[in-house]
């Protein structure tokens, strides 16, 4: 089994690197709650990645990819739940008070939204995002060729698939983290958290529409 590992390396570091749905919410989970508590959120991305690797492995990718009630069911749940999420950070930004004195800070999440709530919703994007999907079953066996087991390399670039990512979600988070504390003032907390509930709510447009 050969699987052509320069392509394929950097072929998952540039669809990483492009801001998505679940970078975002890294970037937002380590402005709003910290980098520690947004890197252990992203574990929630990386298990529904990592079963869609199994999947993949296992056989079903295809089967996926050719069933379009399917992969249009997990298309929409994604495009629901983005909206969902998009329209509750931007009424977080509004419930702020407008008085508010600027020089406050205001990272401080709702208690309620422990790292199991993030790592929740990194876990549902992640695994109703229709790129993702169409990543795995399509994009990751064009790498893998020759005669051996394909399960096995279907694997092994999965599991270098993860790597990628956690990686570069570890940079997104590096991002939060200096912009949590750069932001002194409430009205740029609040930019930031309008900002990106508008980019959650494109990206749920985009998928419908897509």
Not at 60 to 78: C, D, M, N, V, Y
Not at 139 to 145: E, T, Y
Request: charged content about 10%.
């Amino acid at each position: 089994m050969a699987i052509d590992w320069q392509a394929f390396l950097l072929a998952s570091l540039t669809i990483s690197v492009i801001p998505g749905a679940n970078q975002l919410l890294g970037l937002r989970n380590a402005y709003r709650r910290g980098p520690r508590i947004a890197l252990v959120a992203v574990g929630g991305r990386l298990a529904a990645f990592g079963v869609m690797i199994v999947l993949v492995s296992a056989g079903l990718g295809t089967l996926l990819l050719q069933s379009e009630r399917l992969f249009t069911a997990i298309k929409w749940t994604g495009v629901v739940y983005l909206l969902y999420l998009g329209v509750q950070t931007l009424r977080s930004s509004w419930r702020a008070a407008p008085g508010a004195a600027d020089d406050a800070t205001t990272h401080a999440d709702s208690p309620a939204r422990g790292v199991w709530a993030l790592s929740r919703e990194e876990f549902v994007v992640a695994g109703t995002n229709p790129k993702a999907v169409l990543l795995f079953a399509a994009l990751l066996p064009q790498f893998v060729s020759g005669p051996g087991p394909l399960t096995a390399g279907l694997l092994s670039v999965g599991v270098a698939y993860l790597a990628v990512e956690f990686a570069v979600a570890v940079g997104y988070t590096v991002v939060g983290a200096q912009l949590r504390r750069a932001s002194m003032s409430a009205r740029v907390d609040r930019g930031i958290q309008r900002t990106t509930g508008v980019c959650l709510i494109a990206f749920a447009a985009y998928f419908a529409t897509s």
